[in-house]
């Protein structure tokens, strides 16, 4: 299995724009979640899925972030508009059940300049 | 709100000694606690975890350590060798999963 998989590893986008992230999780994982890394919070969760459907969002830090899960092999994270203090670093991880670890993509660095 | 939280930002001991990593957490209804590894430029790689009705898990160089009654659970590693310089994230789990901030432990050679 090649693991959780996300895309782009690195974004540099300017202030305003759209900015998509993208996840591919384990094959027959049943959790996603997405996380942003900062110096201050660590790894903070932002949303996560239970069987593509959206559990709890309350960690997306505004209206500006959107995420989705269109299908069991792949999500999306939206920012827009994108601010200079979105800059973090994105990661998702998937696990199987409720009882087993979470396994992390290799993130993507985001940088809103 | 920071649920799990770990305190000390980094860590610094000597090769062959021990180091111990903190954490501590809020939450009651977390019933599982994990320790997860990330080196630079990857993702988080899980290390060790512990169920919440044990107080102790080890593996190899590796053990963590739950008390329930505190909140607070630790990682022991013995002996500590230059690889294990890294970012340690404490993690706790219930119907999600929360993490601390991170511990950069640096062992010097």
């Known amino acids: 299995d090649a693991g959780v998989i996300q895309s782009p590893r690195h974004e540099v986008t300017e202030m305003g724009q759209e900015v998509t992230l993208r996840c591919k999780p384990i094959s027959g994982h049943d959790y996603l979640f997405w996380y942003r890394q900062t110096m201050m919070r660590g790894l903070e969760l932002l949303i996560y899925?239970?069987?593509?459907?959206?559990?709890?969002d309350s960690g997306m830090p505004e209206d500006r972030f959107s995420a989705k899960m269109p299908n069991a092999s792949f999500s999306t994270l939206k920012i827009q508009p994108s601010e200079p203090r979105d800059s973090a670093v994105y990661f998702c991880a998937s696990r199987k059940t409720r009882d087993t670890e979470a396994f992390f993509g290799q993130g993507t660095r985001l940088t809103v300049v | 709100d920071q649920q799990v939280k770990q305190n000390s930002p980094s860590l610094s001991v000597q090769e062959g000694r021990i180091s111990i990593l903190n954490c501590d957490y809020t939450?009651?209804?977390?019933?599982?606690f994990l320790w997860y590894k990330k080196y630079p430029a990857e993702g988080p790689t899980f290390l060790i975890s512990?169920?919440?009705?044990?107080d102790k898990n080890e593996d190899g160089r590796f053990t963590v350590f739950l008390n329930k009654s505190a909140k607070h659970l630790s990682l022991h590693i013995v002996p500590s060798q230059p690889g294990d310089s890294a970012v340690y994230f404490c993690a706790a789990r219930g119907v999600d999963m929360r993490f601390g901030a991170g511990t950069r432990l640096t062992v010097k050679p």
């Open positions: 899925f239970n069987n593509n459907v959206p559990i709890d």
């Open positions: 512990i169920s919440s009705i044990k």
């Open positions: 939450n009651s209804m977390f019933d599982y």
